[in-house]
């Protein structure tokens, strides 16, 4: 913009001078209207100047953030993504950094730049997953009880974090804004002032922005007290601001009308109480003591089925790790190069992870359920893991994977999380009909690496928690044997903290059991 003044005031001064060249010098008069062009085109030069300098002081800072964090991360990048701060800043450095280096550089030696970027863009992140990482900090925030300061000091874990800026924490107070999320909104914000206050002169963070949402967030809470400080300190910023004038009207009018609403009140929080969405935040945080009186029925062996020759020479080894309904654990039930072939057939396969409704059977993608998977049948495997893993699972548990749905290969994103659910069909559900096998009868759940913080598997109902375990697998009935549903066995996969995790379950379906789990005769069995 300062260029394109510059240049227009320079072609205003050739018109402006006269035809005959060499007179202008003969009268003074004419030379003070070239002092005052001459004034507005240093002035235009300067703003000129100025605005090249702030652009390369843009880029060198940004530069610098982005040198910081490629030096964080090291050379092992997936550990680096380990940390939900660290997946975050990266998804928002291209959001809201290299998509608006195109505003910044477009000019001077920008070409290579800017064509590189212009031919890269398709690999950027969108909008969506922008969006998506922001709700994964919150999801995070709220299963774990995490201030704004502790997410925002990039503290989280063993991984080394680069911490947020204040306009990091700005952008994520705006995104609870522009969702109408109140206290979330507020507590962002101030945290960005926090953070303001840290860095000090070289923070770019708009204080007047800050202000203007904290005082409506706060309105909005019922807060008039507080809602009418921030707008007087947005007014103290800027004394101009129309919408701040006129909302300090309101609130001096509120104050007088109705005093009562000037108080500092607290807003209830939703997600308190005895709730199953509570149990099970609970249950991530921290495991749910086991009755003493059940420590009993906690086991260990080894098991061979009925000496199945495979497992004669390396018995499966299980552990009972909840009584009712019984989950065990198989301990090293999966091999690295097991594993590691996994993730390598899967990778190209990784799609969005759905969830079957209820009302259609369908599978759909849905906001509870955050990951990526990739299903693996015998076909797909030359080498022939995939059909080993197959028949170690059949010896152990003693039921035909004919009918058993493929293996699905699961990573979980920034965040992951999959809420409480069922993996059977309840009565009036679809079950399955599309596959023609029947309800599925039993989970196994293979753990394909170690989560540092969070992602354990977990059972609301009764209190049940598994840590996720590299090598380990859980397994459990989802059918009795009377073939009704288990309702004990609703669980959920809490959400990442620090970490990636890999899973690979094999849903394992009716048909074709009849004769290895025979039914009961009582409904409760």
């Not at 004038?245 to 929080?269: C, G, H, I, M, R």
């Not at 992951?416 to 559900?429: N, T």
């Amino acid at each position: 913009m300062a260029a394109t003044v510059l240049l227009l005031l320079l072609t205003a001064a050739m018109s402006w001078a006269p035809a005959a060249r060499g007179e202008m010098f003969t009268a003074l008069v004419h030379m003070e209207g070239l002092l005052e062009l001459e004034k507005e085109l240093l002035s235009g030069l300067n703003e000129y100047i100025a605005a090249e300098k702030w652009r390369l002081q843009v880029l060198e800072a940004f530069s610098s953030r982005v040198q910081k964090a490629t030096e964080a991360a090291g050379d092992d990048l997936s550990a680096h993504l380990f940390d939900p701060v660290n997946a975050f800043q990266l998804v928002n450095r291209y959001t809201n950094g290299w998509m608006k280096l195109h505003d910044t550089i477009y000019q001077d030696n920008s070409g290579e730049l800017m064509s590189n970027i212009s031919m890269q863009q398709y690999r950027f992140p969108t909008s969506d997953d922008y969006s998506g990482a922001i709700t994964a900090l919150w999801r995070l925030q709220d299963t774990y009880k995490l201030e704004p300061s502790t997410i925002a000091s990039g503290k989280l874990g063993s991984t080394t974090s680069v911490p947020m800026s204040a306009d990091d924490c700005y952008l994520i107070g705006r995104e609870a804004y522009n969702n109408d999320q109140w206290a979330r909104t507020r507590s962002w914000m101030l945290e960005a002032l926090r953070k303001f206050d840290e860095e000090g002169a070289g923070s770019d963070l708009d204080l007047g922005e800050v202000y203007d949402h904290l005082a409506f967030a706060e309105f909005k809470l019922g807060n008039m007290k507080r809602a009418t400080m921030y707008t007087r300190d947005l007014l103290q910023n800027d004394p101009t601001h129309k919408r701040a004038l006129s909302n300090l009207a309101y609130f001096e009018k509120v104050q007088t009308d109705t005093p009562e609403q000037f108080v500092d009140a607290e807003p209830e929080d939703a997600r308190q109480g005895d709730s199953e969405f509570e149990k099970y935040e609970a249950l991530c945080r921290e495991p749910k003591p086991i009755p003493s009186e059940d420590h009993r029925k906690l086991t260990c062996f080894y098991y061979t089925n009925k000496n199945n020759p495979r497992l004669i020479l390396r018995p499966a080894k299980v552990e009972v790790a909840f009584p009712n309904p019984k989950v065990y654990i198989l301990r090293d039930i999966i091999s690295e190069p097991e594993m590691a072939r996994l993730k390598e057939l899967a990778g190209p396969k990784l799609r969005r992870a759905t969830a079957r409704s209820a009302v259609t059977g369908q599978f759909e993608t849905v906001d509870y359920r955050i990951s990526k998977s990739g299903w693996l049948s015998p076909e797909d495997d030359p080498l022939g893991y995939v059909t080993r893993i197959d028949q170690r699972i059949e010896d152990v548990t003693g039921l035909t994977m004919e009918t058993a749905e493929q293996l699905q290969v699961v990573n979980y994103g920034i965040g992951g999380h999959y809420e409480p659910h069922y993996d059977f069909a309840r009565r009036g559900e679809d079950a399955f009909s599309s596959l023609g096998s029947g309800n599925r009868v039993a989970t196994v759940l293979f753990y394909m690496s170690d989560v540092e913080l969070g992602g354990a598997t977990v059972f609301p109902l009764v209190g049940a928690r598994i840590p996720p375990t590299v090598g380990d697998a859980a397994f459990w009935w989802n059918l009795k044997k009377s073939g009704e549903g288990d309702y004990l066995t609703r669980h959920a996969g809490c959400p990442v903290l620090v970490g990636s995790k890999w899973v690979c379950n094999k849903w394992i379906h009716e048909r074709g059991q009849e004769f290895r789990r025979p039914c009961g005769l009582s409904p409760d069995v």
